[in-house]
């Protein structure tokens, strides 16, 4: 269904105030292409075993530097990759790296943790010439030096853990430390440095160059007073510097920007903070800083609130957020100034009809090509915006700054 141009209605946080509502430049025909379930409306049950075409639940997709496309199959423990950018509805993936096959699923493939064996995989990126993967109930970051190309290459190079054969939370210890994590999700790579949501520590680590040793500690933490603490919100009230359950990392232009699902807000810091615990200094989807409810206190999300939001994309001047619980996404053009975005109105939507609206799949219904059900991740690469729609068991590729 085509969502029209501009709807006009009265927002819960200004009632005196209209505000017009604008699609996300995406194409309004919807994703080009989907991979995953192509549901048919006959369909009553929804086939869920691995297949070279089938996902359950994906967490994560990234596009490479040279043309693949790898996407973390998260319920059925796997990566899938595409030598190139599919073209095709539900076309086949050309490797798999987690199973023995394509038919196959399981936490470390039936058997023990290793070099190619995953538990949940969620957040991907590219990592200079490589490929880096949270791992997640491995408690763990699985790096490979170079992009893979077959099934099953094994990582060179592991995060969070002494080897690739342990995988206890935090390394079997009560309290965190650098070269720890637990339940991390989200990955990324920005001029030399990695960036890991270290979601279960509530914090996120940073390396100021790419680990090079197996279990090498971060060099920086956001969101804790030290690389001890894990406590929920840095043990005290929510705050600019504290995070509850941060997903996604980017940067807009040279500004830090990381999604704090349990906060029900994104954070955004004014360049690459330098010192530990350093405080953002605006935040999306809240009114202040310590103001944490969901879809700020209401059940319907309005034109500035947030629920449980886990991935954000960037392409141009566009801030792209997954406001997954809300099945939608936001965008946000770069102002001027970073600091005129503290809780500010989205400047653009798609997914759903209204800044009202929270359904899947709007209304309950049937996926659609511009549809969302808890919509987990996004990154967007030149054009074409990478969607991992989990409730609909789909990848979207979908074009961005269409041009009507």
């Known amino acids: 269904m085509h969502i029209p141009t501009t709807v006009n209605f009265t927002p819960q946080l200004s009632p005196e105030k209209i505000i017009t509502l604008q699609n996300l430049p995406l194409s309004p025909q919807g994703a080009e292409v989907i991979l995953g379930n192509i549901i048919e409306p006959q369909q009553l049950v929804i086939p869920l075993a691995p297949s070279p075409t089938k996902m359950f639940s994906p967490r994560g997709a990234c596009l490479l530097p040279n043309g693949q496309l790898w996407v973390s199959d998260t319920g059925h423990h796997r990566l899938l990759g595409w030598q190139n950018l599919p073209t095709k509805d539900n076309q086949n993936a050309d490797w798999v790296i987690g199973q023995p096959d394509f038919f196959n699923e399981g936490q470390n493939a039936k058997g023990t943790p290793g070099r190619t064996t995953l538990s949940v995989p969620v957040?991907?990126?590219?990592?200079?010439?490589?490929?880096a993967v949270a791992d997640a109930w491995n408690h763990r970051v699985l790096i490979w030096q170079k992009f893979p190309e077959d099934s099953n290459i094994p990582a060179d190079l592991v995060l969070g853990q002494a080897n690739f054969t342990d995988n206890e939370p935090n390394r079997g210890n009560q309290a965190a430390a650098a070269n720890t994590m637990h339940w991390p999700y989200g990955v990324f790579?920005?001029?030399?440095?990695?960036?890991?949501?270290?979601?279960?520590?509530?914090?996120?680590?940073v390396w100021h160059q790419l680990p090079t040793e197996?279990?090498?500690?971060?060099?920086?933490?956001?969101g804790q007073p030290d690389m001890q603490s894990r406590n929920e919100n840095g043990g005290g009230s929510p705050s600019a510097a504290s995070m509850r359950w941060c997903h996604d990392i980017a940067f807009w232009g040279d500004n830090l920007v990381?999604?704090?699902?349990?906060?029900?807000?994104?954070?955004i810091w004014q360049g690459m903070p330098t010192e530990n615990n350093t405080p953002c200094a605006v935040i999306l989807g809240q009114k202040n800083f310590n103001y944490v409810e969901m879809n700020q206190g209401v059940y319907l999300p309005n034109a500035s609130s947030l629920s449980m939001p886990y991935g954000v994309?960037?392409?141009?001047?566009?801030?792209?957020?997954?406001?997954?619980?809300?099945?939608?996404?936001?965008?946000?053009r770069k102002p001027e100034s970073i600091l005129s975005l503290q809780g500010a109105v989205a400047d653009g939507l798609a997914a759903q009809n209204t800044f009202h609206s929270k359904s899947e799949n709007r209304n309950f219904g049937m996926p659609k090509r511009d549809s969302l059900n808890w919509c987990y991740g996004i990154k967007i690469y030149n054009k074409t915006a990478v969607i991992a729609d989990s409730g609909n068991n789909r990848i979207l590729l979908w074009q961005f700054n269409y041009d009507n």
Do not use: K
């Open 313 to 332: 994309g960037v392409t141009d001047d566009w801030l792209v957020v997954a406001d997954t619980a809300n099945s939608r996404l936001l965008g946000w």
């Open 258 to 267: 990381v999604t704090d699902a349990g906060n029900h807000r994104v954070m």
């Open 189 to 205: 790579y920005h001029q030399g440095q990695l960036f890991v949501a270290d979601t279960g520590n509530r914090r996120l680590l």
């Open 214 to 222: 197996n279990g090498q500690p971060a060099d920086l933490v956001l």
């Open 123 to 131: 957040g991907i990126c590219a990592c200079s010439e490589g490929l």
